[in-house]
């Protein structure tokens, strides 16, 4: 099992800058990707970023160049972080973390509880 809770979501002007935090714990020797996904009202949850065991990051189409992804790996814990810049009111959406890990050769997904980020114009 892993366990993901995020923090950093909020309220921020167009233009602004937040960044939210994911933090992994459990089995985490046992995570294959981590990635940022979010779903705004009415629509599909979609990827954000996702960030393999190799640190290889892909971003969508529409947060490139204004969002950032990374993890910083300590201890027993793996620190997921989005940096995201530049805001517009349509990256307005609750936020996810999910984790690809892989146990007894299947892969599972793990999902955090969601940060909500508001952006206003």
């Known amino acids: 099992q892993v366990q993901l809770v995020e923090s950093g979501g909020g309220l921020v002007q167009a233009g602004g800058s937040l960044r939210l935090s994911c933090i992994a714990s459990g089995r985490i020797f046992s995570i294959k990707a981590m990635g940022w996904y979010r779903q705004a009202p009415g629509k599909q949850r979609e990827s954000v970023a996702v960030v393999t065991a190799g640190d290889t990051t892909n971003y969508a189409d529409s947060v490139k160049g204004r969002f950032t992804a990374s993890i910083s790996r300590e201890n027993a814990k793996n620190t997921m972080y989005l940096q995201m810049n530049n805001l517009k009111p349509e990256d307005a959406a609750v936020y996810y973390c999910?984790?690809?890990?892989?146990?007894?050769?299947?892969?599972?997904?793990?999902w955090g509880q969601g940060t909500q980020v508001t952006v206003s114009s």
């Open positions: 999910e984790a690809l890990v892989t146990m007894g050769r299947i892969d599972y997904e793990f």
